[in-house]
């Protein structure tokens, strides 16, 4: 390796010439025709242009011999062998008054619940109350059927006729455990989200996940400096021990 761009009298550069055996036959009987050449006429000399050289033998399982090449000076990744990610998705609805009108979607959850209780201490499970109790203040109100004091007999008239917001409906799928002074538990119901693009009705829809990525390969390459190979092509034979 030399820090100038050409080779000496009985050198040349390592860029993968092709030499003929007449010619250079001290050389071919050392080489041989193992970085290329048809074996028998001719041989190339090995060509280091933009390649590291590696030690021959075996290492980590992996066997260089020599004259192999490999390597890329660009990589792009696969599938397989990107980090384990998330992607953001979108809801497209279809169906409804025509696109950017508002609508609904409705579904079914199961949420976990809990809280803390005032007042009065207490251990046990709070049993749900039917969809149609009507409750004021706490306490149940008077029949709107049964004849009451004070009510015409045999008319409809509530004798009490609570307000609106005193009306309480409780999930029949609510179960309450409390203990102490915290209660916890489970409630199943229809939630409605709102959607755009759907008004008049959610028939359906598809979640689109955006792609990501442009499969750009990236540089393999280590920090580099450019120097010239060259490899004697005359002069003493080399002695086997």
């Not at 000076?73 to 599938?79: G, K």
């Not at 579904?107 to 201490?121: K, N």
């Not at 749900?128 to 008319?155: E, H, Y």
Request: neutral net charge; glycine residues 16%; charged residues 5%.
């Amino acid at each position: 390796m030399v820090p100038w761009n050409w080779a000496p009298m009985n050198y040349q550069l390592c860029q993968g010439q092709l030499l003929t055996v007449q010619q250079y036959e001290a050389l071919y009987s050392l080489m041989g025709f193992v970085f290329g050449g048809n074996g028998s006429s001719n041989f190339n000399l090995p060509n280091l242009q933009g390649r590291t050289p590696i030690g021959t033998g075996v290492l980590n399982t992996s066997q260089y011999t020599l004259g192999n090449a490999g390597g890329t000076q660009a990589t792009t990744l696969s599938q397989t062998q990107l980090p384990a990610h998330t992607h953001s998705s979108t809801f497209i609805p279809v169906g409804g008054g025509g696109s950017g009108t508002p609508g609904s979607a409705t579904g079914s959850v199961t949420l976990p619940v809990s809280g803390s209780l005032s007042g009065a201490q207490a251990t046990g499970t709070i049993a749900p109350k039917a969809l149609s109790t009507q409750t004021s203040g706490g306490a149940n109100l008077p029949s709107t059927t049964n004849n009451v004091v004070g009510r015409p007999s045999g008319t409809s008239a509530n004798f009490y006729q609570p307000n609106a917001s005193d009306l309480t409906l409780q999930s029949t799928n609510a179960t309450l455990t409390v203990s102490g002074g915290t209660f916890t538990g489970s409630a199943t119901g229809d939630v409605t989200l709102s959607v755009t693009g759907g008004g008049g009705g959610i028939t359906g829809g598809t979640v689109s996940i955006a792609p990501a990525g442009l499969n750009a390969p990236f540089s393999n390459m280590q920090p580099y400096l450019a120097m010239s190979f060259i490899i004697a092509v005359n002069g003493l034979y080399p002695d086997r021990p």
